[in-house]
Nanobody
Framework: QVQLVESGGGLVQPGGSVRLSCVAS????????MGWYRQAPGKQRELVAF???????NYADSVKGRFTISRDNAKNTVTLQMNNLKPEDTAVYYC??????????????WGQGTQVTVSS
């Protein structure tokens, strides 16, 4: 059994910053890519950023230069530092990971989601 648990989020003013964290736990052998998605009301879930096991980072164009994704392989965590937030960043943010467990390889897991609201 593998779980992803997110923390962070909340209400922030435009131009502010928020840090999201996600920790993977359970029967994990290794973690491939980890990433963050978001879903705004009435919209499809979209990729925000991801980081494969190599450590290279990838971002949606809408967040480049404002968001930073990082991971700690020893702690099975992925973090999303979000700066200069805009109202259009308001969404539920989901952690995602591709994990090799002792039972299966390359399985996708999702966190429960955390709300980020950018408003004055």
């Amino acid at each position: 059994q593998v779980q992803l648990v997110e923390s962070g989020g909340g209400l922030v003013q435009p131009g502010g910053s928020v840090r999201l964290s996600c920790v993977a736990s359970g029967s994990i052998f290794s973690i491939n890519a980890m990433g963050w998605y978001r879903q705004a009301p009435g919209k499809q879930r979209e990729l925000v950023a991801f980081i494969p096991s190599s450590g290279s980072t990838n971002y949606a164009d809408s967040v480049k230069g404002r968001f930073t994704i990082s991971r700690d392989n020893a702690k099975n965590t992925v973090t999303l530092q979000m700066n200069n937030l805009k109202p259009e960043d308001t969404a539920v943010y989901y952690c995602n990971a591709n994990i090799n467990s002792w039972l299966a390889s390359g399985s996708e897991y999702w966190g429960q989601g955390t709300q980020v609201t950018v408003s004055s």
